[in-house]
């Protein structure tokens, strides 16, 4: 098949089209770069906005391998290794991809263009691929603003809201202040919003850190059962005044005390970011868990992974919302979290918080049964803990 030859002008070379007709004229117009390849990844056509973008002639490069000049990075200008680069694997294996954001390196003048990118292979293995690219350094202008504006507005936000809930505490104290029952009710309803309010900029400063690669974490080798059991271990007045019971070194309900999982495991991750990621699955779990109800906490090794899970016997979550609760502003609504005060953005926060420290995290539910929080992480062997502890001291003391 030729692309876009006429019955007029049959031969027409590939790669150039007729004018006037219908899609040349789309194609030669457009703003977005469209390169279409054969299976091998060998160029069939290229259109103006494409060759533009690549710094390219359209006549140095049909028949050639695309992969000689459609050079990309990450967006933040690191190069991509053979399993990070999803557009080589996606042409290689006529593979759909849609809106990935990357860096285009444009060939002559080593130009950076942060581009929007899809590939569609049409008709299989062995059919074309359709790649297209759209500049996107506009968009990520308006939300690198964006995100200044939400992160100076919560900041700005959180210090008179800090106030209104410390002058309501004050209000409501007995030694501090004498109002009547009435008042006493709707004080606590400001009191309890109020506390809402300053959750929700909290999160809104940890998002737009988050989103805009702004909290990194500080990794370092660490033994996790140690760690996660002495974060988690903190709650238990928490969780006992919610009359919960607690089990640190079980998965759950079924394995009870007898089998105790909790084994010695080294990770390389951030410890507040683990500190802020486990507060808010107990956090959670002691929210959405009736009184009466139990929390397990358990860290075990899961081959190259560290697995801990945090699981409840709480109101669990429907298969509908299930796949859902990891995105911001996400809420289930059903009788039972109605009444439960929240933001929607602990899960969306902890997640960001896992993939950054290069883990996964999932949950498992049975709707009115409970819930599993799983978090895996990169385990490090004994052997590599001593190394990077040795390391990391060396740098320490170096450093003083
Ligand atoms: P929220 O501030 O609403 O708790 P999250 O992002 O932490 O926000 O959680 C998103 C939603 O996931 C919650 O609103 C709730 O519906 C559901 N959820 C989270 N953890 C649990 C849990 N342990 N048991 C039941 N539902 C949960």
Same mark, same amino acid.
């Given at each position: ?18 004018? +006037? ?28 906005? $494409? ?18 000049? %459609? ?13 990070? +680069? ?52 506009? *968009? ?7 995100? *200044?504006?939400?992160? !100076? ?19 409501? +104290?007995?030694?501090? $202040? ?8 709707? %004080? ?19 998002? !737009? ?13 660490? @033994? ?14 928490? /969780? ?16 009870? !005390? ?58 669990? /979550? ?20 109605? !009444? ?6 602990? %899960? ?6 896992? *993939?950054?420290?290069?883990?996964? /995290?999932?949950? @498992? ?36």
């Amino acid at each position: 098949m030729s692309l876009f030859k006429s019955k007029n002008q049959p031969n027409a070379p590939v790669g150039y089209a007729q004018q +006037n007709s219908p899609a040349e004229l789309a194609l030669a117009n457009i703003h977005d770069g469209v390169v279409i390849l054969d299976y091998t990844g060998r160029v069939r056509y290229i259109n103006p906005a $494409a060759t533009r973008m690549l710094g390219i002639n359209a006549n140095d490069v049909i028949g050639l391998d695309s992969s000689l000049f %459609l050079r990309v990075e990450s967006l933040d200008g690191h190069p991509l290794s053979g399993n990070e +680069n999803l557009l080589v694997q996606a042409i290689l294996a006529g593979r759909a991809i849609d809106n990935y954001r990357l860096c285009l390196v444009s060939g002559t003048a080593q130009k950076r263009i942060p581009v929007s990118i899809s590939v569609v292979p049409v008709n299989g293995q062995n059919g074309s691929r359709i790649v297209t690219f759209r500049d996107i350094t506009k *968009e990520l202008a308006e939300e690198g603003e964006q995100t *200044e504006f939400v992160s !100076t507005a919560s900041h700005e936000m959180r210090t008179p809201v800090a106030s209104i809930e410390g002058y309501l505490s004050l209000a409501l +104290n007995p030694q501090t $202040a004498t109002i009547d029952q009435r008042a006493r009710g709707y %004080l606590n309803a400001a009191h309890a919003s109020a506390k809402h309010l300053g959750q929700l900029f909290h999160d809104l400063l940890d998002v !737009t850190k988050l989103d805009d690669g702004h909290l990194r974490p500080k990794l370092q080798p660490v @033994e996790m059962t140690g760690l996660v059991k002495q974060i988690s271990d903190q709650y238990y007045p928490q /969780i006992n005044g919610a009359s919960l019971k607690y089990q640190f070194g079980s998965a759950g309900p079924d394995i009870g !005390t007898a089998r105790r999982l909790d084994q010695v495991v080294y990770g390389y991750v951030d410890v507040n970011f683990m500190r802020e990621i486990i507060d808010n699955l107990i956090g959670n779990a002691v929210k959405y868990t009736p009184a009466g109800g139990s929390i397990y906490v358990n860290v075990r090794g899961d081959g190259n992974n560290v697995l801990i899970n945090v699981t409840d016997t709480g109101i669990g /979550i429907s298969n509908e919302d299930l796949p859902h609760i990891f995105q911001k502003f996400y809420r289930s609504d059903n009788s039972d979290t109605r !009444t439960i005060g929240g933001t929607g953005l602990g %899960l969306y926060i902890v997640k960001k918080r896992v *993939e950054a420290m290069g883990g996964r /995290i999932w949950a @498992e539910s049975a709707f009115g049964e409970g819930s599993t929080f799983y978090v895996s992480l990169p385990r490090i062997s004994s052997e590599e803990y001593e190394k990077l502890m040795i390391s990391n001291n060396s740098i320490q003391g170096g450093a003083r």
